[in-house]
């Protein structure tokens, strides 16, 4: 730290309990003056040597025959007084960054100037500001926090304007010209922080990093910081990805971690107006700079103090430009009443609609907001797909989470953005899981959301045996699973023939397969119906005779043996019992035995 030694006398300066001051000399004190609620007994001629203003003040007391000034108003206080008084006795006096505002206003205040005297305080405190002060990294950030408590004195002096102009300046220099002393402690490797008591810190750093100045600045107050980001952004010397990281660690350090305590009425107005600044802060270019992560927990608080809705809506177009950077943690902003749900839906679906709308028009987005290296293609639309299925499973667990609310954002991505549907019926089971109550028809409105010819062979399988989901889904998966055992028996076929096949007979035999498996498709679907039927009425009989029909515990079981039957023959010896209950869904409607056979004979053809 800088500082300033003025004068050469011992202090002679003693104290009487703590409101008493006086001077130690021979000759006896003719003048006492009042500042705050400390009494100082001093000399009339040292004092009126320096200081214009008590030369007025003096003369006008004894005028009125008074023994005391009176200064209440006094700038810095008993503190800064006794500075300009000792100044004025010619003892020694220690300037630093802590007290050389109070003292310079102090001094503006008692005039004391060049006219009244050469070399008086005010023209040396100028110096030491200018050639230690400004000069100093820390010390010009200590300077500026001592400001508050002398304004609007140090405003005007513009004591407060060149501290902020010399640590913008600062900032905006290049890295590389950076000599002075600064804290870092965020970024340090593994072998940094394992390195000998001997390596010094600044050894550790081998270069300077772009934001070293970040936490150093993170100890000023919300308006002194705004005023110092401002005065760093104008010089448009600082990328986005600095200024962003500043403000992201001036939120750590202010922003409290309980949720009651952001909510609290006691730093509710602190805390509103800490996100506001932080949210206007923000670089002008949405499209870069801060992470998506950092944007939404920005949100989060945001909605947990009140900010206006200004501030509100430029997070969310902030957020719904990098949304394919976001987590599932990231999305669960707690929902406040009078919602009902855990977490708030509507914002997210808001969000996604956002993001959606500037995916489909990115030369506007660039044009409009200046995101010049905005990523909205294809593949960050596959981030979303997978984002939305993660965030809907999680949120599926919420008992109060309405059928609309689950559907209405599973359909706010576009198909192409879920090649894989594993993820959807994840969220679609863990949502059937949850909410038992759910009708039959709710319950297929749900599983119309997924395309069960996505899924993946582990998720088939899955399904194939849930008992959640409605039978006809079940029917699909099965279907589906057998399409692929046959296209990959036909490409083996292929392979094995491809010296005495074309292409042209392939493809045909392929289009005769599918044909065929779709009429057994058709045919299962109509059988299912009756199927159901059946077992209401194998339901109804039971009741009245103890040997009706016995269903297996397992849909997906029969379904296996129905569709994996086709070919089989019917020619195996079973019990009576073991084939009424192992006989699959379509055999337990009368009249299909040629339709059965048939089937048989397509399936055999088209594997043969």
Avoid at 54 to 78: H, Q, T, Y
Avoid at 121 to 139: C, G, H, P, T
Avoid at 503 to 526: F, G, V, W, Y
Wanted: glycine share 4%; charged share 25%.
């Amino acid at each position: 730290m800088k500082f300033m030694k003025l004068g050469s006398k011992p202090d002679a300066f003693q104290a009487d309990g703590k409101c008493i001051r006086y001077v130690t000399s021979d000759l006896a004190t003719d003048v006492t003056i009042n500042v705050g609620e400390v009494k100082f007994y001093l000399h009339k001629f040292p004092l009126l040597s320096k200081s214009s203003r008590l030369r007025k003040l003096v003369l006008k007391a004894s005028e009125e025959c008074c023994d005391e000034i009176n200064m209440v108003d006094f700038p810095g206080g008993p503190k800064a007084f006794e500075i300009c008084a000792k100044f004025c006795y010619g003892m020694t006096v220690t300037l630093n960054a802590y007290n050389v505002v109070a003292a310079c206003c102090a001094a503006e205040y008692l005039e004391m100037t060049e006219d009244v005297d050469r070399g008086n305080l005010i023209f040396k405190i100028e110096v030491f500001l200018n050639s230690s002060i400004f000069r100093s990294w820390k010390d010009s950030i200590i300077v500026l926090q001592t400001t508050k408590s002398v304004l609007p004195w140090s405003e005007n002096l513009k004591i407060v304007g060149r501290c902020i102009d010399s640590i913008a300046s600062k900032i905006s220099l290049d890295p590389a010209k950076i000599t002075w002393s600064y804290t870092y402690n965020r970024k340090l490797s593994v072998s940094d922080k394992t390195a000998g008591d001997g390596m010094k810190f600044r050894e550790k750093i081998v270069s300077v990093p772009k934001d070293w100045w970040v936490e150093d600045i993170c100890e000023l107050d919300i308006d002194l910081y705004k005023r110092v980001m401002t005065a760093v952004k104008s010089k448009g010397r600082m990328d986005g990805v600095a200024i962003c990281e500043a403000l992201k660690t001036y939120a750590v350090r202010w922003l409290p971690d309980s949720v009651d305590t952001l909510d609290s009425d006691v730093h509710s107005w602190r805390n509103k107006l800490l996100v506001e600044t932080i949210v206007c802060l923000l670089p002008s270019d949405r499209g870069v700079g801060c992470s998506c992560s950092f944007l939404l927990k920005l949100l989060k608080v945001a909605i947990l103090v009140g900010v206006d809705n200004s501030a509100k809506e430029d997070l969310l177009k902030r957020i719904s430009l990098k949304l394919y950077e976001a987590s599932v943690k990231d999305l669960l902003i707690p929902a406040r009443p009078p919602q009902t749900t855990l977490y708030d839906i509507e914002m997210v679906l808001s969000i996604v609609k956002r993001y959606m709308m500037l995916s489909h028009d990115l030369d506007v987005a660039k044009n409009e907001m200046g995101c010049t290296d905005l990523v909205l293609g294809h593949g960050s639309l596959l981030s979303v797909g997978k984002l939305i299925d993660e965030y809907l499973e999680e949120i599926a667990r919420d008992p109060n989470l309405s059928l609309a609310s689950f559907i209405d954002l599973s359909q706010s991505v576009p198909e192409f953005a879920r090649p894989v549907h594993d993820g959807l019926y994840k969220a679609i089971d863990t949502y059937l899981k949850e909410h038992l109550s759910l009708t039959k028809v709710e319950r297929k409105k749900l599983c119309s959301l997924m395309d069960v010819k996505k899924l993946t062979m582990d998720a088939s399988m899955h399904a194939a045996q849930n008992e959640r989901l409605p039978l006809r889904v079940v029917v699909q998966v099965l279907f589906f699973e057998q399409v692929r055992s046959v296209a990959g028996v036909q490409k083996l076929r292929d392979t094995s023939h491809s010296t005495t096949n074309t292409d042209e007979e392939s493809e045909k035999t392929a289009a005769e397969d599918c044909n065929s498996l779709e009429k057994q498709m058709s045919r299962i679907k109509i059988k299912e119906d009756a199927f159901q039927e059946k077992c209401e009425l194998a339901k109804q009989s039971s009741k009245n005779s103890k040997s009706g029909i016995q269903l297996l515990p397992s849909r997906s079981r029969r379904m296996f043996d129905k569709l994996w039957g086709f070919g089989k023959g019917h020619a195996d010896n079973r019990s009576s019992e073991t084939s009424a209950s192992s006989q699959s869904p379509t055999s337990m409607v009368p009249g299909d035995t040629k339709s059965s056979g048939s089937s048989s004979r397509n399936r055999r053809h088209s594997i043969s």
